[in-house]
């Protein structure tokens, strides 16, 4: 049975209470101290926690790499170093981060840029407090056989998407464009309608359904798919340029007012962004930390995650969480471009804020602690059949 670093380090500790009890011990047992006659003082010392304060953080999905800064800051004890009890919620297909924060049933959520600010036009009073990913990480995957290398190429052919508002970068790009002639169906959250060819470019998360067609046997070789057998559309692609901010954290706009609860904000983002900057240094324990929370992907699925969810959050320009303006305004203005709940939208400024992130970074900062990571790059992961 493996146990995970939380139990370790209490085991830890438990051998050392009792090599300390059994060295201060007398051997009679008799306590031959001159009794304490004073009052004992029992106010805490700064910064000691007393009572931690519980909050609730909902996830998009299921435990994987996507989320490990949270399941590392959680199994490390950082939430709990910043006097924190933190629940981890895990997502579902039914499960609308945004809405559960709107009805009071998470006090930090995880949702896109764009499906937030939709949710908000909707009455949804939430608000943006972290921007933990810089760029995004949806892609438009094709066989290169079909020659798509730019959106123009989507003419006359079948593109796959997500819907749900997971297909407004693909809708901007085509609009921005003016491709005619494309055919956009509905796709499963997988990649097998392009690996059995129904479709000819599919969208996927660069983190984990590009990584599905590359787990995947190519019948012609009998060996797995590489990255040269297929042609990839980035829209973060300045050629393109109609990424939208992603993975963010946001809380209700009344909870955030209620007094005390900036600072809980700034202790959560605080512990999940060390959470976040632990992995850049200790990768694989980050990776172990993911399985071990339940993960139902395979390691070197995860381990490829986990490289490539890092490259969307480093190099931070700001410092992570940081909001990039510029991004800002390029995710609501192609979301209004496409998306026509938020074709209204005049002004976005009050949805979000920089202040609550921006003193997490500071105070991380000022420990020595790297929150730009402007030196990562990406390692190498060998996936393993079925991402083993």
Request: glycine content about 8%.
């Amino acid at each position: 049975m493996k146990l995970n670093n939380r139990w370790k380090r209490l085991l830890a500790l438990l051998a050392v209470i009792g090599l300390v009890l059994t060295a201060c011990g007398d051997d009679t047992g008799a306590d031959t101290t001159s009794p304490d006659t004073t009052s004992p003082d029992t106010s805490a010392p700064d910064g000691e926690c007393t009572e931690p304060d519980d909050v609730r953080v909902q996830l998009q999905w299921v435990a994987q790499s996507q989320f490990a800064g949270y399941f590392v800051a959680q199994d490390l004890g950082f939430y709990e170093d910043e006097c924190l009890n933190v629940e981890i919620l895990e997502g579902a297909v039914e499960i609308v981060p945004q809405t559960v924060l709107a009805t009071g049933g998470a006090e930090f959520g995880i949702a896109w840029v764009p499906k937030a600010l939709v949710s908000r036009e909707q009455g949804a009073e939430i608000i943006n407090i972290a921007q933990v990913f810089e760029r995004s990480g949806t892609l438009s995957v094709s066989f290169v056989e079909q020659g798509i290398t730019h959106p123009t190429d989507w003419e006359g052919k079948t593109v796959g998407n997500w819907g749900f508002g997971n297909e407004y970068e693909l809708t901007g790009a085509i609009n921005k464009f003016d491709v005619q002639d494309v055919e956009l169906v509905g796709q499963n959250f997988d990649m097998l309608a392009l690996l059995n060819g129904e479709i000819d470019a599919a969208e996927a998360m660069i983190y984990n359904e590009y990584a599905q067609v590359l787990e995947a046997e190519n019948p012609e070789t009998g060996e797995l798919y590489q990255p040269e057998d297929l042609n990839v559309i980035d829209f973060n692609d300045p050629d393109v340029a109609t990424a939208m901010l992603q993975d963010a954290i946001w809380v209700n706009a009344e909870w955030i007012a209620e007094e005390g609860n900036e600072d809980i904000a700034v202790r959560f983002l605080k512990a999940t962004f060390r959470g976040w900057i632990h992995c850049l240094d200790n990768f694989d324990e980050c990776v172990e930390i993911v399985l071990e929370n339940g993960s139902t992907l395979g390691e070197s699925h995860q381990a490829w995650q986990l490289n490539e969810i890092l490259a969307l959050i480093f190099p931070a320009t700001n410092g992570i969480g940081v909001m990039n303006e510029s991004l800002w305004d390029q995710t609501v203005e192609v979301g209004t471009a496409v998306v026509e709940e938020l074709q209204g939208v005049t002004s976005s400024d009050d949805a979000y804020r920089t202040d609550l992130a921006q003193q997490a970074v500071d105070e991380l900062e000022a420990e020595g602690l790297d929150v730009t990571g402007a030196s990562y790059e990406r390692r190498d992961i060998e996936l393993r059949p079925g991402g083993e």
